[in-house]
């Protein structure tokens, strides 16, 4: 019984590691994109106003992990993965997203039941899209537990990349939506935080760590993904990371991260003086 249920989940395992990510796939997480940077403090208006920078803009978020992955493996021309297609997809939803007629585009894909699929469809997209970066990195980096922090790191930009690049189209557009943290190292978001620890299980994959093939941790990433996006969606959004980084972080420096840290009589003194 147990068989027959593996071999059917290998066989699901298969046919979502086998799905092209473009177009389709693409398209989504460009619509998804363009979505998150609407939604940024004067989207719309600054569309308006500034309609060149915000479509570079929105570029950037769009492509931002294939652009960084590129120059984390050497390669000379960041937009090596970019093609014509793939400019006029992005291009062409930007366009629909802000400019459509009584914003019909943006009203049908925020309706919850087609947020939800895009929403599923993106984050298998984004199980498959860590897992090409860590096969890359592979290929550049020596086959070696030493180098499995690089290989991670690589997969990590490929699948959370939309929200890195989102910093740069604040600084474009000078402005941050109340209540957001200035950029992604200030506090990373559960995309980060997720596609990092499915590259550092990809990579000890490949590095013959674990012994599990590609496509089932494939689908088991999108499950888990799938999983997370959806709850945040139709509940709240829960970070199962928090606990045990918060745990890491005490371990490693007696300090509990939502405590401030005590000022010493130094740095009170400085404080002070800037003050007066």
Known sequence: MALIIYEQFHTLAVSLYSLPLFPVLYAVHATIAAVQVRRELGGVQFAVNHP????????????????????????????????????????????????????????????????????????????????TGVLAACTVFPASLSYFLAISIVGMV??????????????????????????????????????????????????KVLHVAREDLCLWAAILLVSLKMYSIIVAEVDPFLLPASVIWFAATCV????????SATDAVSQKQKTS
């Open 158 to 207: 490929k699948g959370s990349g939309s929200r890195w690049g989102i910093t740069l189209h604040r600084w474009i557009a000078q402005s941050s939506p109340a209540g957001a943290c200035g950029h992604e190292l200030l506090k990373l978001s559960l995309v980060t935080k997720a596609s990092f620890v499915i590259a550092v299980i990809y990579s000890l994959n490949e590095l």
């Open 52 to 131: 060149i920078a915000s479509c570079v803009g929105n570029f950037i978020v769009t492509t931002f992990g294939g652009m960084v992955a590129n120059l984390l493996l050497g390669n000379k021309s960041p937009l090596l993965s970019v093609t014509v297609p793939h400019v006029m997809i992005t291009v062409g939803i930007w366009y629909l997203m802000f400019f459509s007629p009584m914003d019909v585009f943006y009203n049908v894909v925020t309706l919850l039941p087609v947020k939800l699929v895009l929403a599923v469809l993106n984050e298998i997209r984004r199980s498959m899209n860590v897992m």
């Open 256 to 263: 509990s991260p939502t405590r401030e840290h005590p000022i």
